[in-house]
């Protein structure tokens, strides 16, 4: 049956079923079209969502590390920023350990590698953070502790999402500074005086060490620390008074240059820094407090001292006057001459160097004199005439004391010869003293003038006498001879001394010049040459008016010669150099010599090797005259008898 539609108009007409299903197809399609969309979308959108977020991380840890100067550990990056990705997985964050404790610039780990998507291998790694990406699996470390990362292009089978820093591009954002030496002006310094300064770095990495001086120089005196950079010392430029230079121009300056340089604890070195310190004299000025007083009439003289400044000084008087008769050296700073009047003088003083001149205020007193000044004259007591008496072998002692004119006195001591034997003469301020113990008896007549300090000098003389009684005690003396042991036909020097003196002397007995004397108290002579062997007494009486004694020396003589026995235990060969006798293969025991062939004074036997009965093999041994006599001599142990033995001791 056929299907009948009637339509009025257009807008009346419905969808066909052709139509009707054409729609529904159209809208399976799209539907269908839609689903199969939804996903990717969604994964694409997550990606970029944590992609932002690694990168977001990156630049916290980044400005961590500018701002603290190290990495974030962990712990510290999860308060900073977001620590998981737009899938809900940990971020995975892997720091140089090292450097989240130690300052990024002056730090040089063991850094991590990194093989990125383009095949180029990085060490220089400091940190790398990563989201694992929608598998949640970590596709990007690699190896075990220390780990390396491959990064790889974003795929189905790689979708990590990584991002890392260079240990070069975070030291640049630190802006990790190199290392120098501040530029400064360094204190000025002053001659002879102590200094102190620093120098300093920045930048590089502390601490700093190793400072030194790599040209020019420091000012003398002064060093470089090496560990600290401090200059320090006592300045000394010049070798000149304290705090002075030498002469030049002005203003007085010595400028010192010199290049420094230091290294950081790296080992890196900073480029050389030039440094100047200008040293300068001291302030100048004059250095004495007080001048001394003087006395009207006296000599004075008195100098003025400078320091600091340059040499040469000169000095002037800048205000007042100087007392009268004294006058200023201008070059040496001597105040010097003899003050006329009494009085206090009011002056200054000018010390100049070829830069400045300072002054300084000044009195001199000058006193009147205590004894009367110039207008009094010198007068002696005793003014002349006979001192007390003194006697032989007694103490004695007298003064002669001045007044009148002006100190100090000069005294003038009678010449010599002229007071008794045995007195001296001693000046002390007002007076002079004469003692001493007089050894002659006798009158003696002598001068003494004192002379005093006025301009002209006034002097006075006294003649005086002293008369030196005999002793009240008999004399005694003492005789000596040297040497005491002499040999045969020598002389022999006696010296003799009294007490109680003077005395004359007899010899007994007499010999030589040893014969007598008259009126002595000590004396020498000579014997006679002396050939009586062994012992030679020689008595010597002294006699005066207070009586007599004696005293006596021994003197020992060697023998004429000696005969000498072969003591060596061994047979010998012996030259006598008396006579130049070779005695040949004398045995052990058996005599030497013989009667014509002794040893004498000044002569010697020789000991040789009994070799070919020459005496041509020489022992070094010797016997001389003097030994063979003190070994024979009764004094020295010996028994006299003129026989020895070789090795010079007595048979």
């Not at 060596?568 to 150099?577: E, K, V």
């Amino acid at each position: 049956m056929a299907l009948k539609v009637n339509r009025t108009s257009d807008s009346e007409k419905g969808f066909t079923l052709i139509e009707l299903a054409i729609v529904l197809v159209v809208l399976g399609l799209l539907i269908g079209l839609g689903v199969a969309l939804i996903g990717p979308l969604t994964k694409q959108i997550k990606y970029r969502k944590s992609r932002d977020i690694v990168n977001t991380a990156k630049a916290a840890a980044i400005g961590f590390a500018v701002s603290n100067r190290r990495l974030p550990t962990n712990a510290e990056l999860t308060t900073i920023t977001r620590s998981s990705d737009a899938w809900t997985g940990a971020l995975k964050y892997t720091p140089v350990g090292a450097l989240t404790g130690a300052n990024i610039c002056c730090t040089n780990p063991v850094l991590l590698t990194v093989n990125d998507r383009d095949g180029n291998n990085i060490n220089n790694v400091v940190f790398i953070i990563f989201s694992t990406g929608e598998d949640h699996t970590d596709d990007t470390t690699v190896g075990t502790p220390p780990p390396d990362f491959n990064i790889r292009t974003y795929s189905t089978a790689y979708d990590d999402i990584a991002e890392f820093v260079t240990i070069d591009e975070l030291r640049s954002r630190m802006d990790c500074s190199s290392l120098e030496i501040k530029p400064k002006n360094l204190p000025e310094g002053v001659e002879d005086t102590s200094y102190s300064s620093q120098l300093e770095a920045q930048g590089g990495c502390a601490p700093y060490a190793n400072w030194q001086v790599t040209g020019g120089t420091l000012p003398a005196g002064l060093a470089l620390a090496a560990p600290l950079g401090t200059i320090t010392g006592t300045v000394n430029t010049s070798a000149t008074p304290a705090g002075t230079f030498g002469a030049g121009g002005c203003p007085a300056v010595s400028a010192s240059n010199f290049q420094a340089q230091v290294d950081d604890s790296l080992g890196n070195t900073a480029p050389v820094q030039s440094f100047t310190i200008n040293v300068f004299p001291q302030t100048l000025r004059i250095t004495n407090m007080d001048l001394p007083s003087g006395t009207e009439g006296g000599s004075y003289s008195t100098t003025l001292f400078g320091a600091g400044g340059r040499n040469t000084y000169s000095w002037s008087i800048s205000s007042g006057t100087l007392p009268p008769g004294l006058a200023l050296n201008g070059a040496t700073g001597t105040i010097s001459g003899t003050p006329a009047i009494a009085g206090d003088y009011n002056f200054a003083v000018a010390l100049s160097d070829t830069c400045n001149t300072t002054s300084k205020a000044f009195t001199i007193t000058i006193t009147a004199p205590a004894s009367g000044g110039c207008g009094v004259p010198l007068s002696l007591s005793p003014s002349g005439g006979a001192l007390a008496a003194g006697t032989v072998s007694t103490a004695y002692s007298a003064s002669i004391s001045v007044s009148g004119g002006l100190t100090p006195y000069t005294w003038t001591c009678p010449s010599a010869g002229a007071l008794p034997p045995g007195l001296v003469c001693t000046p002390s301020g007002g007076s002079v003293t004469i003692s001493g113990t007089p050894t002659t008896a006798g009158t003696y007549n002598f001068d003494v003038n004192v002379t005093d300090s006025c301009t002209p000098p006034r002097s006075a003389t006294g003649s005086y006498s002293i008369s030196v009684n005999p002793s009240a005690f008999p004399p005694t003396c003492t005789l000596l001879a040297s040497p005491g042991i002499v040999a045969y036909g020598s002389t022999d020097a006696l010296t003799w001394t009294i007490t109680n003196g003077p005395a004359n002397g007899t010899f007994a007995p007499s010999s030589g010049t040893c014969s007598s004397f008259l009126n002595s108290s000590g004396g020498n002579c000579t014997t006679a040459a002396l050939t009586v062997p062994g012992l030679n007494t020689f008595n010597l009486t002294v006699t005066n008016v207070s009586g007599s004694s004696n005293c006596s020396v021994n003197v020992y003589v060697g023998c004429q010669n000696y005969r000498v026995w072969n003591d060596s235990g061994s047979t010998r060969d012996f030259l006598i150099t008396s006579t130049g006798t070779c005695r040949a293969n004398r045995g052990n025991g058996s005599e030497i010599t013989q009667n014509t062939r002794r040893l004498t004074p000044g002569t010697e036997i020789d000991e040789f090797y009994a070799i070919g009965g020459f005496c041509s093999a020489p022992t070094g041994n010797i016997l001389d005259y003097n030994t063979a006599m003190n070994a024979d001599i009764v004094i020295n142990g010996g028994n006299g008898d003129c026989r020895v033995n070789f090795s010079g001791t007595d048979r």
